[in-house]
């Protein structure tokens, strides 16, 4: 069965660090890979995907995202933190054999980025 | 111009009433999805439909009834409400099922079981 495992309940940063909000999985063969913000109060917003090709997939708002086979992770990324990047991050996946395109999300990770 | 939207987006009732959610996407997609997210914020997807077809039924209570008129249209109607229904629902379409279709959510409809 497929899963998805975020280790850290909550991530602190202070403005203008490096983040690193960190996701592993488990499935079946390759994996669609994803990463979705989730601002309070509002529905989840997509951030970028992990499809095939390059391991290092660029998203929405400076974030990025680095597949690594080896470890089954897709670790998400920004260079240089925001106050306004606080939110909560959540990890999913997809077996790529689904033909009910099922999509499990991870536990979420909250991100605080403090002035 | 909401891509997808519910309603409503509160909803206070009693233990033992049954209450209607309703979604609609105006995405032109196939495939819409009813999540829930708990108190401890985890997400865990309820069903989903293709084209008006029940794809994914995830061992939901048959309390609860999804109904999908069209493909632009999926409600969520649930009987006899439990304290334990308490949660956030969220409606989500994409324009297909498989491979590495994206989700888009709506706002969510906060249920509160008395």
């Known amino acids: 069965a497929q899963s998805v495992a975020q280790p850290e309940d909550q991530v602190n940063v202070a403005e203008g660090n490096p983040l690193t909000v960190k996701c592993t999985y488990s499935?079946?063969?390759?994996?669609?890979l994803f990463w979705y913000v989730q601002y309070p109060n509002r529905g989840l917003q997509f951030l970028l995907k992990y499809i095939t090709g390059d391991n290092l997939v660029k998203g929405s708002y400076g974030f990025e995202a680095e597949f690594n086979k080896s470890q089954t992770s897709f670790h998400l990324k920004k260079p240089s933190a925001l106050v306004s990047d606080s939110a909560l991050y959540f990890c999913?996946?997809?077996?790529?054999?689904?033909?009910?395109?099922?999509?499990?999300f991870g536990q979420g990770t909250t991100l605080q980025v403090k002035p | 111009d909401t891509a997808v939207s519910q309603t409503p987006k509160y909803l206070v009732t009693q233990m033992g009433n049954d209450k209607s959610i309703k979604c609609e996407q105006n995405?032109?997609?196939?495939?819409m999805y009813w999540y829930k997210q708990d108190s401890k914020k985890f997400l865990k997807i309820m069903f989903s439909y293709n084209n008006k077809e029940l794809i994914i039924n995830e061992t939901v209570p048959n309390r609860f009834s999804p109904k999908s008129p069209d493909k632009a249209h999926l409600n969520l109607h649930i009987n006899s409400l439990e304290l334990g229904d308490s949660a956030v629902y969220f409606c989500?379409?994409?324009?297909?099922?498989?491979?590495?279709?994206?989700?888009?959510f709506g706002a969510g409809s906060r249920l509160t079981v008395l």
């Open positions: 499935v079946s063969g390759n994996p669609y």
């Open positions: 989500a379409s994409s324009q297909d099922r498989v491979g590495a279709n994206v989700l888009t």
């Open positions: 999913a996946v997809r077996e790529r054999s689904s033909n009910t395109g099922k999509l499990i």
């Open positions: 995405l032109g997609h196939d495939t």
